[in-house]
């Protein structure tokens, strides 16, 4: 099983910046790309950012230039810095992983590669 553990959230006033973290866990072989989501009311989830394991990356149009995604291979973390926030990325946000993981099936060590999520964390920008 893999679990991935968001932090950093809450409440900033609009222009302020906050950081997310995302931190992977469980029987992990691999991860491969590793991004945030995030999902206003009403909305659907939207891509934010993603982050493959080698560095390449990709921003959704509306947080070019403000928001950047990072990761530490070495601690299976993922991080996104979120500068000039503004109210409209006032949303929940989530952190999801590519993972291969190592499972045992009736005594045999294998590899499976899933799609994982975090719970979601809330950020609220405020005018």
């Known amino acids: 099983q893999v679990q991935l553990v968001e932090s950093g959230g809450g409440l900033v006033q609009a222009g302020g910046s906050l950081r997310l973290s995302c931190a992977a866990s469980g029987s992990i072989f691999s991860i491969n790309v590793m991004g945030w989501f995030r999902r206003t009311p009403g909305r659907q989830r939207e891509l934010v950012a993603g ?25 299976n973390t993922v991080y996104l810095q979120m500068d000039s926030l503004k109210p409209e990325d006032t949303a929940v946000y989530y952190c999801n992983a590519d993972v291969t993981a190592t499972v045992q099936t009736m005594g045999i060590m294998s590899k499976r590669r899933s799609n994982y999520w975090g719970q979601g964390t809330q950020v609220t920008v405020s005018s």
């Not at 959704?60 to 990072?70: C, E, N, P, Q």
Request: positive net charge; without cysteine; charged residues 25%.
């Open 51 to 75: 982050i493959s394991n080698g560095g390449s990356t990709n921003y959704a149009d509306s947080v070019k230039g403000r928001f950047t995604i990072y990761r530490d291979n070495a601690k």
